[in-house]
């Protein structure tokens, strides 16, 4: 569907450049330039906001319009919301998504090239004792991922990452320019380790149509410490130290766990 008007178009404060908000003559939109082109299909599942329309700009930019909510992304304490995991859990079992995907050309990412892409493309990680340390240890305990299991992943879902509207108090996961075919463990594990209390742990992925079994746990503890891996990297990459020092510290106490 084509929009059949000029936009005046405001970038949004932390969207990397590719966001902007604009009004219509109806109401407040917010755009994404050169958005995943699975986005529609997301929305139709129901976990993204409404897809209004797309357009093509003379640039050869694609434009893509939804709704402007009213809300604001969730704080670390409002990330045990049942709600998340509902969404994580429709998102995983979409096979419509995992077929959309495959037919774009996409094909599932192994848990071991997750780790190198992360580790080798980090300098910081690699001249890190702990951390390099940890690396080792999990190239040693690498998990498998049988066809079967593949699905649909986020690949980033910090709590920015969620939006809520304030007046249905509805939440959407939002910014899917990180997506791939991988193990649900990359989402459900960064969620556990990051903002769920281990006492809810058993609860959470029992919730989620998982047996918190051995081999379970073990996939949490492995693409567990993968996300603060990634989340460490991302830190360092925008040079928040601070948040990089939490999330290593956070790493430190989760390796205690297992």
Partial sequence: MMANWDLDMVPVKGGSGNAYTAHTDESRVFIKKNANPMLTSI???GITPRV?????TAEGDMLSAQPWINGHTLTS?????????QILSHLHKSRKLVDSYKKLGSSAVQPGSLLENIYGGSLALQNNIFLSGIVEEMRKQ???LYPEEVTVV??????????VDDETKRIYLVDWDTVFLSDPMVDMAYILAHYIRPVNWSRWLTYSGYQPRKNVMEKVAW???LSFLRQISDDLAKGKLREVNEEILGLRNFCKLF
């Fill in 142 to 144: 690498v998990p498998t």
């Fill in 43 to 45: 929305y139709l599942e």
């Fill in 223 to 225: 693409y567990g410490k």
């Fill in 154 to 163: 986020h690949g980033d879902v910090n709590h920015n990452n969620w939006l």
């Fill in 77 to 85: 304490q409002e990330m045990e919301d049942t709600q998340i995991n």
């Fill in 52 to 56: 209004l329309w797309t357009k093509r």
